[in-house]
T-cell receptor, first 111, second 114 residues
Framework: EDQVTQSPEALRLQEGESSSLNCSYT??????LFWYRQDPGKGPEFLFT???AGEEKEKERLKATLTKKESFLHITAPKPEDSATYLC????????????FGTGTRLTVIP | DGGITQSPKYLFRKEGQNVTLSCEQN?????MYWYRQDPGQGLRLIYY???????QKGDIAEGYSVSREKKESFPLTVTSAQKNPTAFYLC?????????????FGQGTRLTVV
């Protein structure tokens, strides 16, 4: 059964304190892994797509990496505006166009 | 600006009523999706459509119906058969590239049963 587990559920950081969010997945043939940012009451905002183990993508203070079992979203020197829920989703080879989502990590960055 | 527009932002439904959530996109995407988001759960797929006049059930389609008469529009009806409709509903669209779906989302509709 396809499964996506994100940890931790919630994370509080001081401004400038770097950390990582984890997304562990079990899927029958990974077609793609996606990271989204979601602000309260809003729709998810697309951040990255990773296709294969060893791949890395960067955007401002965010860097996403992928292994055969998990993905990390590294946040370097975060700012309060980085506070949001970060969602991970996977697409399996056999899943047509369906994305399977984790429950997210709620990040709070304290000034 | 290109994007996905969901309306209304807030919707209240009485017991036994059907309600329709609107989703319009001007991104020229072929595929469109409806997801439901509940606290503590990941987004769950209700219905998706890859082309006009065709759609497929997702994981939680019971109590919902959709239509896809135009490429730009994919309305979702929450019927009285849906026993627990209070949730945040998200519409998305995509152009599958390399067989990979990069989905872009609207701002959501929060439905509450009163």
């Amino acid at each position: 059964e396809d499964q996506v587990t994100q940890s931790p559920e919630a994370l509080r950081l001081q401004e400038g304190e770097s950390s990582s969010l984890n997304c562990s997945y079990t899927v029958s043939g990974l077609r793609g892994l996606f990271w989204y940012r979601q602000d309260p009451g809003k729709g998810p905002e697309f951040l990255f797509t990773l296709y294969s183990a060893g791949e890395e993508k960067e955007k401002e203070r965010l860097k996403a990496t992928l292994t055969k079992k998990e993905s990390f979203l590294h946040i370097t020197a975060p700012k309060p505006e980085d506070s949001a829920t970060y969602l991970c989703a996977v697409q399996a080879s056999a899943g047509a166009n369906n994305l399977f989502f984790g429950t997210g990590t709620r990040l709070t960055v304290i000034p | 600006d290109g994007g996905i527009t969901q309306s209304p932002k807030y919707l209240f439904r009485k017991e036994g009523q059907n309600v329709t959530l609107s989703c319009e996109q001007n991104l020229n995407h072929d595929a469109m999706y409806w997801y439901r988001q509940d606290p503590g759960q990941g987004l769950r797929l209700i219905y998706y459509s890859q082309i006009v006049n065709d759609f497929q059930k997702g994981d939680i389609a019971e109590g919902y119906s959709v239509s896809r008469e135009k490429k730009e529009s994919f309305p979702l009806t929450v019927t009285s058969a849906q026993k627990n409709p209070t949730a945040f509903y998200l519409c998305a669209s995509s152009i599958p590239s390399k067989g990979v779906t990069e989905a872009f989302f609207g701002q959501g509709t929060r439905l509450t049963v009163v």
